[in-house]
């Protein structure tokens, strides 16, 4: 079996220093290295340096991608922090969509050696690269979860995720991602049409996440800024704020308005599938 470990970084690869926990190098590929059968065509990428995942994006994301396809015949694992793997998540599952790959997403609450979840989501994320169904997937508290709609619903527990259904997305347009400037914004009760107007300014598109099943409040400032932007050529995406159950436009007469603007259904999308989803179509 070939395996391919890229380790971007996060609380997996962490250990003590005087300052507190610190990403240490060495320390997630020898865990991996010691736990495979014998035989194993091991190798790592590595990224130096390690990342917070709090600083992952689109040129990571390219990164990974580009590391994924140089090597088409081993099985993949990519060890990350737990902030922003729902978006990394996301954009693997669309990138990689009909080019049947496996790909192990794998991260912990607790660092390696801290009697915490590490060691344990680790050997599910080998044990996961023993399958042949393509698909990008999470190896996290006991589960393998599908990575293209993960929720980190809790930011303290070892059970921190949830997988939200998706719809199988088509090959997407691109495959990598480009520096457009696209954003998640949300509605709140009050929100300024101006302030709504000066961040759409500065954007290529947005994903708005919107109120329940896809309602939003009849203010006309708001909606004639909404309505523009999309008549500008600025792709404005809705989500909804639930975590499940998704959109249903229509359903309630409150949303009127806000649909007549020419914002796109995203559906059951979480926001960082939709986000996505205006990256690569």
């Not at 470990?5 to 003590?16: D, Q, R, S, V």
């Not at 507190?20 to 194993?40: H, I, N, S």
Request: with cysteine.
């Amino acid at each position: 079996m070939k395996l391919l470990l890229i380790h971007t970084g996060g609380t997996i690869g962490m250990a003590e220093t005087s300052e507190g926990l610190a990403p240490r190098m060495g320390l997630v590929e020898e865990a991996v290295a010691e736990r495979l059968p014998a035989g194993t065509d091991f190798s790592a990428e590595v990224f130096d340096p390690l990342l917070d995942s709090a600083d992952v994006g689109p040129r990571h994301w390219n990164r990974m991608l580009d590391t994924i396809r140089s090597h088409p015949d081993a099985a993949v694992i990519i060890t990350h922090g737990t902030d922003t793997m729902a978006f990394t998540g996301a954009a693997l599952s669309q990138a990689l969509a009909g080019e049947n790959r496996r790909v192990i997403l794998c991260g912990s609450m607790l660092p390696l050696g801290h009697n915490g979840d590490a060691e344990g989501n680790l050997d599910l994320a080998i044990s996961a690269t023993g399958s042949r169904e393509p698909g990008v997937f999470l190896a996290f508290a006991g589960k393998l979860l599908a990575a293209d709609g993960l929720v980190k619903h809790d930011s303290h527990e070892a059970d921190a995720f949830r997988a939200q259904p998706q719809t199988i997305p088509a090959p997407p347009k691109q495959r990598t991602f480009d520096d457009r400037k696209l954003a998640i914004l949300t509605l709140s009760p009050g929100i300024p049409a101006e302030a709504v107007k000066a961040m759409l300014g500065t954007l290529d598109g947005a994903v708005l996440r919107i109120f329940g099943a896809g309602t939003a409040m009849n203010d006309a400032n708001l909606l004639t800024v909404l309505a523009e932007a999309v008549k500008s050529g600025k792709r404005l995406r809705a989500v909804s704020q639930c975590e499940a159950g998704g959109l249903s436009p229509g359903a309630y007469a409150a949303g009127a308005g806000l649909w007549s603007t020419g914002i796109e259904n995203s559906g059951t999308e979480t926001p960082e599938a939709a986000l996505i989803h205006l990256w690569l179509n």
